[in-house]
């Protein structure tokens, strides 16, 4: 194994820069397995990180990526060995740990998880972080809210990572979806997943009333601010919505109507700080639930070379699905 490696460097004077550099072990953080990372992703938080669009790199330099699989080479864990192929979620990576936009990373064994046998390690990465955190609100969804067969579900920012394996998933499931989209040309798409709706994203984006006509049994929101209250305010009584994104913003302009009214409930999604436990029934139901045919569908290849320059195109809503970086590439 070379002692040197490519890696993504965020680096902050007066401006935040970030550059391809070569780095060694010596660079990376503490911990007690080394692994050695075959594939990561390009998230929505990551084009933040990547842009300087919001602080996500808490420290400098930094090698970013949020989450990376790869096979482990070095292990002082006690659940871990050389060979074993692991996922990496979270937990600081791409903030104030070196993330997986590396050849190589160090970590504490203790924010691993051990890949099912059923996952290879480029699909870990077609689901990475918004697959995983789909499956978690879906989890959430179904914790104390609608069966299938109660209503639809609407899904947010549809097109998006999160977005494409949630639909992928409740349909599955045997729910009737509905996908909200600003991208009309990804109707098709969306409808190949299990979609049996489209919904044009306009129609929840500005200011509504703070009750509407009860449309959903349950919610997947994506997206944040006036889709977020929109969605609440038309979700139906005893309802239940999640909320992982802020794609339109980090504001809530809604009012508690539908939390009084209509037993409306709002359910936090968080995949950085989530429980081992409950990361561990997550990649459990993503390799026995997840239609693998349809992962390979919205999931394409990214060469490690691009990412810089498609970082800006994720936050522009120009990436389908969900981008695979080969590290290898």
């Not at 040309?185 to 994203?201: H, K, Q, V």
């Amino acid at each position: 194994m070379s002692d040197s490696f490519k890696a993504l460097v965020a680096r902050k004077e007066e401006t935040l820069s970030c550059s391809y550099e070569t780095l060694t072990l010596d660079d990376l953080d503490a911990g007690d397995v080394t692994v050695a990372v075959d594939y990561s992703t390009l998230n929505f938080k990551d084009g933040l990180a990547i842009t300087g669009a919001a602080p996500i790199a808490q420290k400098h330099p930094l090698v970013l990526g949020i989450d990376y699989s790869g096979t482990v080479t070095e292990s002082a864990h006690a659940n871990f060995a050389p060979g074993d192929r692991v996922v990496m979620n979270g937990y600081g990576a791409s903030e104030y740990l070196h993330g997986g936009y590396a050849e190589r990373a160090r970590v504490s064994g203790e924010f691993l998880v051990k890949l099912p046998e059923s996952i290879s390690n480029a699909q870990a990465m077609a689901i990475g972080t918004a697959g995983y955190t789909a499956m978690l609100s879906v989890m959430g969804l179904q914790a104390n809210g609608p069966a299938p067969g109660d209503g639809p579900i609407l899904v947010t920012g549809a097109a998006g990572g999160v977005g494409t394996v949630a639909i992928t998933l409740l349909a599955d499931l045997g729910y009737e979806v509905v996908a909200s989209t600003g991208r009309a040309n990804e109707s098709d798409f969306l409808m190949s997943l299990g979609a049996t709706g489209i919904l044009d994203r306009a129609e929840l984006s500005e200011r509504g009333k703070p009750l509407q006509k009860e449309l959903w049994a349950g919610v997947v929101d994506c997206v944040g601010s006036h889709t977020l209250a929109n969605a609440i305010a038309q979700t139906r009584y005893d309802g239940v919505v999640t909320a992982c994104g802020l794609a339109q913003g980090a504001d809530l302009p809604a009012t508690v109507m539908p939390f009084i009214l209509r037993n409306v409930r709002l359910q936090g999604v968080d995949s950085v700080q989530a429980p081992m436990a409950r990361r561990l029934v997550a990649w459990e139901r993503l390799a026995k639930e997840l239609d693998i045919n349809k992962l390979e569908a919205l999931s394409f290849d990214l060469h490690f070379s691009e990412v810089l320059s498609r970082a800006p195109d994720i936050l522009a809503g120009k990436i389908r699905g969900r981008a695979v970086v080969d590290l290898s590439r």
